[in-house]
């Protein structure tokens, strides 16, 4: 069976019919703070449940009891806040108990019911999310850059933002029906942000083997300089999926969200996030949402140890590689053979031949995957 959703209820803040006419209406009226591209993906990911159990964005007993202990006030595991930066001379006009329109791209996207203002120590919340306040990681870079104030309350969404990959957007209630038609009982989830090459592919059909069906599920949204664009990772895997594994083991569908690269509590966060959508393991790489040597390779396998009541099952698969002996892709575990034997797949060599039109060899890239990299002329942020 399908995992529970986090904290036991899917959320949903959505409306429809005349309540959601008479909300959009009065939405015109009201006090209006613009949001970007993530705090909107955030909107969206607490609407449809796939941050469940939140109705909005969080509180400060929450902000920091999670920064703190990885745990909501409730005890409930979570690892990475979700919070509304604001500028102060947005707050002007608006005070606790007071209803604003969350405006994205010039649209009212949804109402938050504002509960609380507070203040944040952005050099902390570096420290305790990153485990270091050096502007040379990416994700602290960017939350340097945020708003010096935080607003929280329960959000009610109004409209959806303009998806290019709706086909391909799935929602936890819609994953949930899916897997049960398909009478998937074990769902190992698999979080990437790159296109695929065959060390991913290896470490899918490796947990395939122990359950009933694969999630599939590429974040897309802001990623740091060199990585693939979303075109490219969504068209790689189509691809892949396509020519080399069966039809009706795998659901594919991506998610809106940043990255933060905060190594293994952002693995936490992700494998809560997967558990909302239905799946009940979620396949943890080697240095898993890492970035430069901020974090070991094997943090985010440790980290689960302090999260017994999780309620998702971590799948520690070893890394991968290609053996001239053995002719195949192995591990550690199952290839007998010497390091001069084996060819380590580097996401950078990749990004450096394909930046030089060059074909990465057929045993790091299947060549459909290849072919769909080098069809586009800036496969990378």
Not at 83 to 110: Q, R
Not at 172 to 201: M, Y
Not at 215 to 238: C, M, Q, S
């Amino acid at each position: 069976m399908v995992s529970k959703p986090h904290g036991g209820k899917l959320i949903d803040r959505t409306r429809i019919g005349k309540s959601l006419d008479r909300l959009i209406e009065e939405s015109k009226n009201m006090p209006k703070i613009n949001i970007n591209d993530g705090r909107a993906y955030d909107v969206l990911n607490i609407a449809y449940g796939i941050y469940s159990p939140l109705e909005g964005f969080m509180g400060y007993n929450d902000y920091e009891s999670v920064i703190k202990s990885m745990r909501l006030e409730n005890d409930l595991p979570w690892t990475i806040p979700i919070i509304l930066d604001v500028d102060e001379n947005e707050l002007k006009d608006i005070k606790e108990g007071d209803e604003v329109s969350l405006m994205h791209n010039s649209e009212a996207i949804a109402i938050i019911r504002v509960e609380e203002i507070y203040s944040w120590d952005k050099k902390e919340y570096a420290y305790y999310i990153y485990k270091t306040t050096s502007r040379e990681h990416p994700g602290v870079n960017k939350v340097y850059d945020m708003k010096n104030k935080l607003l929280s309350g329960p959000i009610t969404l109004l409209k959806n933002i303009k998806e290019p990959y709706e086909s391909v957007r799935l929602f936890p209630k819609d994953t949930r029906v899916l897997f049960d038609h398909l009478n998937i009982k074990s769902v190992a989830a698999f979080q990437t942000r790159n296109a695929p090459h065959l060390g991913h592919e290896y470490v899918m059909k490796a947990a395939l083997t122990f359950v009933d069906g694969l999630f599939i599920n590429p974040l897309l949204g802001w990623k740091k300089k060199g990585d693939f664009t979303d075109e490219v990772i969504v068209d790689t895997y189509k691809a892949l999926l396509t020519n080399y594994f069966p039809k009706d083991s795998y659901i594919f569908s991506i998610l809106r969200m940043e990255m933060k690269y905060a190594g293994p509590k952002e693995a936490i966060h992700h494998a809560i996030v997967r558990k909302n959508f239905g799946a009940t393991h979620i396949i943890v790489g080697r240095d898993h949402a890492g970035v430069g040597n901020f974090y070991g390779p094997y943090d985010a396998w440790k980290i689960f140890e302090e999260f017994p009541d999780l309620g998702i099952t971590p799948m520690f698969i070893r890394e991968a590689f290609y053996c001239k002996k053995c002719n195949a892709m192995a591990n550690e575990k199952i290839c007998p053979h010497s390091e001069n034997d084996r060819i380590r797949i580097s996401g950078t060599q990749i990004r450096n031949l394909i930046m030089k039109g060059e074909r990465p060899p057929e045993y790091i890239m299947r060549p459909e995957v290849t072919d769909v990299i080098l069809s586009y002329r800036t496969p990378f942020y």
